[in-house]
């Protein structure tokens, strides 16, 4: 058996190459050539080309034909279109922002995208509403027309090793710059859908395993666990031995915190995973928790370059001279604030029975 690999060198691609090699198959990937990755064992074909030129793939394939093609890279409609009669078996990898309110969560009223997100939810229909996310939804209609059995993965962020942005970094150098707090808009209560890329790599690989239930069908991959971002914080510093004091700011004033929360609100951004978990049998390779550990040990081990291509695309300057005077200024601000003397406490409700709630009204229980 024969696979090629569109891509592969990427965060999720060498699990893919090696999830395609433990299942039997000989493995060919097509990729620029600039990154090779030590994951990669010798034994797999490289073509060099550019995946976003018209004709590249064409050439660099000749006649070759392949029985599993996985597009994880380059122009997928191109790619989709130039392995036709190539491949038995076409799956391609695609991105979440092709729902209506995903990138921007105000064309919903009240504003916020619904909780939790399925595959059949609304798509950007206007190009106004969404540069980005109208193009992916052509590029999703395109793949189809020319691949109608094509299996297509929508992608949420990627975290985990060789990530161009490690979301994770922002956390990690404060820690190395041994930084005692960290500001999060509300608490740090968002919740935002990641996959580490093994996880994601293995849900791809479901429709290699389980190729008649997948044809022709879209599905979410991600982690089965959503934390929030409070949880991602302190997963990450504590896998470190790091403990931050948590600055819990309106998110309007959490400046700081925006290259973490990647919107500019601090909406939900949640996925349906019962279709591919009902289908496919997909659970996480790796829980959640366990893979933000690892990824923070290892960008600790592969720090990237201050002020380089990683930093850039974050867009976190690291100016803690400014977060030392935002903070010192909202703690005074909270300082100033008048006691208030309640005619009766606001409580939590006569059905709240944790921690500060109704006291029980037997000592002993009967």
């Known amino acids: 058996m ?63 034909r392949f029985d599993v093609c996985i597009a994880t890279y380059g122009r997928l409609r191109r790619v989709a279109e130039a392995m036709v009669g190539r491949c038995g078996c076409f799956v391609s990898i695609g991105g979440v922002p092709a729902y209506r309110g995903f990138m921007n969560p105000a064309l919903f009223e009240p504003a916020g995208l619904p909780v939790p997100v399925r595959e059949d939810a609304p798509k950007v229909e206007q190009e106004a509403e969404d540069a980005k996310g109208f193009r992916i939804v052509k590029t999703e209609v395109a793949v189809f027309a020319a691949q109608p059995e094509a299996t297509h993965f929508r992608y949420p962020y990627v975290y985990g090793p060789y990530q161009p942005l490690p979301r994770e970094w922002c956390i990690v150098r404060r820690v190395l710059d041994q930084r005692p707090f960290i500001v999060l808009p509300d608490a740090g209560l968002t919740l935002h859908h990641f996959g580490y890329a093994e996880n994601l790599a293995h849900a791809v690989l479901l429709a290699v395993d389980r190729p008649d239930a997948a044809r022709g069908q879209v599905y979410h991959c991600a982690d089965e666990e959503v934390l929030s971002l409070r949880q991602v914080v302190e997963i990450v510093a504590g896998a470190l031995g790091h403990r931050f004091e948590i600055v819990s700011l309106p998110w309007e004033l959490a400046v700081p915190a925006r290259p973490l929360l990647a919107q500019p609100s601090p909406t939900h951004r949640v996925l349906d ?7 496919l049998g997909y659970r996480d390779v790796v829980p959640a928790r366990e893979a933000l550990a690892r990824t923070a040990r290892w960008l600790v081990e592969h720090p990237p370059a201050p002020g380089g291509m990683e930093e850039t695309v974050l867009q976190d300057p690291f100016d803690y001279a400014a977060e030392d005077r935002l903070v010192a200024g909202w703690k005074a601000a909270l300082a100033s604030v008048p006691e208030v003397a309640w005619s009766k406490l606001p409580g939590y409700t006569l059905s709240y029975s944790g921690p500060g709630g109704r006291a029980r009204s037997n000592a002993e229980f009967e």
């Not at 000989?26 to 034994?43: K, L, Q």
């Not at 995973?273 to 289908?279: F, Q």
């Open 2 to 64: 024969r696979a090629l690999v569109i891509g592969g060198t990427g965060p999720t691609g060498h699990f893919i190459v090696n999830g395609l090699r433990a299942r039997g198959f000989t493995v060919t990937i097509f990729h620029s050539g600039r990154h090779e990755v030590p994951e990669i064992p010798a034994d797999v074909a490289h073509l060099h080309g550019d995946p976003f030129a018209p004709g590249a793939l064409e050439a660099a394939l000749g006649r070759e």
């Open 273 to 279: 995973l019962a279709k591919i978990r009902s289908e």
